[in-house]
């Protein structure tokens, strides 16, 4: 299995970025994706998450109204479009999968079934 991010970079605040992830390796449609990140010196905290087919997404209350997280299970890409950007969402930006939307949300961590190697967000004040 392998998740890979891209999209990452500096903006300022208020810019928006949208960040992609190109999963291989596993039957994309059976699995639930998300997007989780860590800032400097933070530990690593869920952002957002889709089910399979998207219809369903979830949101950290500190993201909704801003992110919007999206799949195409033709391309095996899932995205998470970021808008409003501040500071605070300054952060490496991880893709994950797992076949349980509820442990994408709540982990634990290690329990999540595959990892990317993360993207980095920079937004300046």
């Known amino acids: 299995v392998q998740l890979v991010e891209s999209g990452g970079g500096l903006v300022q605040a208020g810019e928006s970025l949208r960040l992609s992830c190109a999963a291989s390796?596993?039957?994309?449609?059976?699995?639930?994706m998300g997007w989780w990140r860590q800032g400097p010196g933070k530990s690593r905290e869920f952002v957002a998450a889709c089910n399979w087919n998207g219809n369903s997404t979830y949101y950290t209350t500190s993201v909704k109204g801003r992110f919007t997280i999206s799949r195409d299970n033709v391309n095996d890409m899932v995205y998470l479009q970021m808008a409003g950007l501040e500071p605070e969402d300054t952060a490496t930006y991880y893709c994950a999968a797992d076949q349980l939307v509820s442990r994408l949300q709540l982990g634990p961590m290690d329990s999540i079934y595959s990892w990317g190697r993360g993207t980095e967000v920079t937004v300046s004040s």
């Open positions: 390796g596993l039957a994309f449609r059976n699995y639930a």
